[in-house]
Nanobody
Framework: VQLQASGGGLVQAGGSLRLSCATSGGTYSRYIMAWFRQAPGTEREFVAALGRSGDNAFYGDSVKGRFTISRDNAKNTVYLQMNSLRPEDTAVYFC?????????????????WGQGTLVTVSS
């Protein structure tokens, strides 16, 4: 299974970005999809996760109410809509996939990872 993340860039505080993660090489509809992020010198942080059908979404406390995860199973793609961005959201964002329900916020629960896309929020 290959995951390709895209959509990162430079944005001013208060702005928006939408990240995409395209999946290939597997049965996409079987996977629980998630986004994590990692800033320099920090551990990988859970951002959001979404169940197979797209009905169950979970968010990290720092992004609740600002970020939205969604998926298009016809396009084998998961999205992360990020609004009201803050400088502290600056990080490399990774998408991840797993076919088995485990602790959704733990990086160790995910078997497949994309290469990451950099989001920089200026103040």
């Amino acid at each position: 299974v290959q995951l390709q993340a895209s959509g990162g860039g430079l944005v001013q505080a208060g702005g928006s970005l939408r990240l995409s993660c395209a999946t290939s090489g597997g049965t996409y509809s079987r996977y629980i999809m998630a986004w994590f992020r990692q800033a320099p010198g920090t551990e990988r942080e859970f951002v959001a996760a979404l169940g197979r059908s797209g009905d169950n979404a979970f968010y990290g406390d720092s992004v609740k109410g600002r970020f939205t995860i969604s998926r298009d199973n016809a396009k084998n793609t998961v999205y992360l809509q990020m609004n009201s961005l803050r400088p502290e959201d600056t990080a490399v964002y990774f998408c991840a996939a797993n076919s088995v329900y485990r602790a959704y916020s733990a990086p160790s629960s995910y078997d497949y990872w994309g290469q990451g896309t950099l989001v920089t929020v200026s103040s």
